[in-house]
């Protein structure tokens, strides 16, 4: 299956590097691009795109506005939304609230950005163990009162279900976790769809974000 790819940045010359790059995968094709926050949700709607690769600051209307209006509306259900950007700190914990499924770089290697687009398609949220203990754990630590979960919601879970979310927040893929509970992959997918439909999670991005508002898996404390 080719997975259909839309572009939402402000710069022309990087939409087209972008394109080049994504056209050049025999899997993915570009489907339309963006120039604005408010042109990436129409164009979204547009293309039925499988992953829009967005930027976050753009004319309009931002990139987390748009991710916002993508993820929320059910005619795109199955679209998913890839932050890219060259201010990676400061919009991790805003971009996951927002509904974004990944997060890079716009130093990111070719290359790795391809593999990005495909492991989003997949329905798999683009966290690091690395990305989770820094970034993550960072940005979760304290977040809006507003927009807290409250450890109350996990109830729905079995015993294991909360054990598979806490190797999910750690940044454990699928096949890591059947080794470290010694189950098949299947098995461990199940376990983590399962958690997402209970806990109304898009993907493992927010099913991360979940783990650490209910204080299931604790950030660790900011280095001095």
Not at 105 to 116: S, T
Not at 174 to 191: D, G
Not at 193 to 217: C, E, F, H, P, S
């Amino acid at each position: 299956m080719t997975v259909r790819v839309l572009l939402a940045d402000d710069q022309t010359l990087i939409r087209a590097g972008f394109r080049v790059l994504i056209d050049s995968a025999p899997d993915l094709t570009v489907v339309g691009e963006a120039a604005t926050g408010g042109e990436a949700v129409d164009r979204a709607r547009d293309t039925a795109a499988d992953v829009v690769l967005m930027d976050i600051r753009m004319p309009d209307m931002d990139g987390l506005q748009a991710t916002r209006l993508i993820t929320a509306d059910p005619q795109l259900a199955g679209t998913r939304v890839l932050i890219l950007t060259t201010f990676e700190d400061e919009y991790v914990f805003q971009a996951l609230r927002a509904g974004a499924s990944g997060f890079l770089g716009k130093g990111v290697e070719p290359a790795e950005l391809l593999a990005a687009i495909r492991t989003v398609a997949a329905g798999d949220a683009l966290l690091s163990p690395k990305a989770v203990r820094g970034l993550i754990s960072r940005f979760l630590a304290e977040p809006e009162p507003e927009a807290r979960a409250t450890p109350q919601v996990l109830q729905v879970l079995t015993d294991r279900e909360r054990e598979v979310l806490t190797l999910v927040a750690a940044g454990l893929s699928n096949e890591q976790i059947a080794a470290r509970l010694v189950v098949s992959p299947l098995t461990a997918k199940t376990h983590v769809n399962r958690a997402m439909a209970k806990l109304g999670a898009r993907d493992r991005a927010q099913l991360v974000v979940i783990a650490y508002q209910t204080g299931l898996v604790r950030a660790d404390p900011p280095a001095q």
